[in-house]
């Protein structure tokens, strides 16, 4: 049984930064992509990045690409998402989602493992 418990959410202000951390645990936390996903009140939930067992790829969505950035360390099955320079538009519970996949990919449908989510939220 994967689980994912993400930590590091909380308020901030516009321009602010922000780490978010999803601890992994179980038989596939070690060989899976893992993707940052979010979802605002009212909408649907979206992907926001996601990246490769191996860490060396890595896709964003357009909104958030020179912004965010993913890295993850497989010996402490961490995946971490750092967000800089964050817009209200940013507020949304952040979810970490485990692939069933060693490489990136971004359909929810691909992520059968997923995280209880965490607050953030910009203040403008």
């Known amino acids: 049984q994967v689980q994912l418990v993400e930590s590091g959410g909380g308020l901030v202000q516009a321009g602010g930064s922000l780490r978010l951390s999803c601890a992994a645990s179980?038989?596939?936390?070690?060989?899976?992509?893992m993707g940052w996903f979010r979802q605002a009140p009212g909408k649907a939930r979206e992907f926001v990045g996601g990246?490769?067992?191996?860490?060396?790829?890595?896709k964003y969505a357009d909104s958030v690409k020179g912004r965010f950035t993913i890295s993850r360390d497989n010996a402490k099955n961490t995946v971490d998402l750092q967000m800089n320079s964050l817009k209200p538009e940013d507020t949304a519970v952040y979810y970490c989602?485990?692939?069933?996949?060693?490489?990136?990919?971004?359909?929810?449908?691909?992520?059968?493992?997923w995280g209880q989510g965490t607050q953030v939220t910009v203040s403008s």
């Open positions: 990246i490769s067992w191996s860490g060396g790829s890595t």
């Open positions: 989602a485990a692939a069933r996949y060693s490489f990136v990919v971004t359909s929810e449908t691909s992520f059968p493992h």
């Open positions: 179980g038989p596939t936390s070690s060989s899976s992509a």
